[in-house]
């Protein structure tokens, strides 16, 4: 595992951990996009830690937290939503990649998509009623937009 700790913006503490071998690693965005878009999505300030991980990892939280016995794309963790936002998020790199690969989507815009929604999360916003889903996803898709990725729902 390594992990990256950039901190050069005020607004967003961010640690990138790599729990991924040599393959997974390959695939994974670097550090430097994963806090461009965490930034684009973020309202206010931040620390953070986003995991990437492989597919184990990704079962295990997923089960162990929402018990539901897969991986998934994206789990998001909040810790403190007070002045400064607390949380993590974890990517499950395979997942991401097979996702991609079915929707016929390219890897960085998945990537891109998934931090984006993970960071909402972060923020509270949620999906699970259809008026929630609809606000989320047009933040998520201007976002996006003003990131250069085209609408993930098109």
């Given at each position: 595992m390594s992990a990256d700790t950039e901190t050069a913006s005020s607004r967003l503490a961010l640690t990138v951990q790599r729990a991924i071998g040599a393959e997974n690693r390959a695939r994974s965005p670097t550090s430097a996009l994963i806090r461009r878009w965490a930034l684009a999505a973020l309202r206010g300030d931040?620390?953070?830690?986003?995991?990437?991980?492989?597919?184990?990892?990704?079962?295990?939280?997923?089960?162990?937290?929402?018990?539901?016995?897969?991986?998934?794309?994206?789990?998001?963790?909040?810790?403190?939503?007070?002045?400064?936002?607390?949380?993590d998020l974890v990517l499950c790199v395979p997942v991401v990649a097979r996702e991609a690969a079915e929707q016929g989507k390219p890897l960085e815009a998945h990537f891109a998509h998934l931090i984006v929604h993970g960071m909402l999360h972060l923020q509270g916003f949620d999906h699970e009623a259809p008026d929630e889903a609809e606000e989320m996803e047009t933040l998520e898709t201007r976002v996006l937009a003003t990131l250069g990725y085209p609408n993930p729902y098109a």
């Open positions: 931040a620390e953070m830690t986003v995991r990437l991980v492989g597919e184990a990892e990704g079962r295990r939280l997923n089960r162990d937290y929402r018990g539901k016995d897969y991986a998934t794309n994206v789990l998001t963790f909040v810790y403190d939503e007070s002045e400064r936002l607390a949380g």
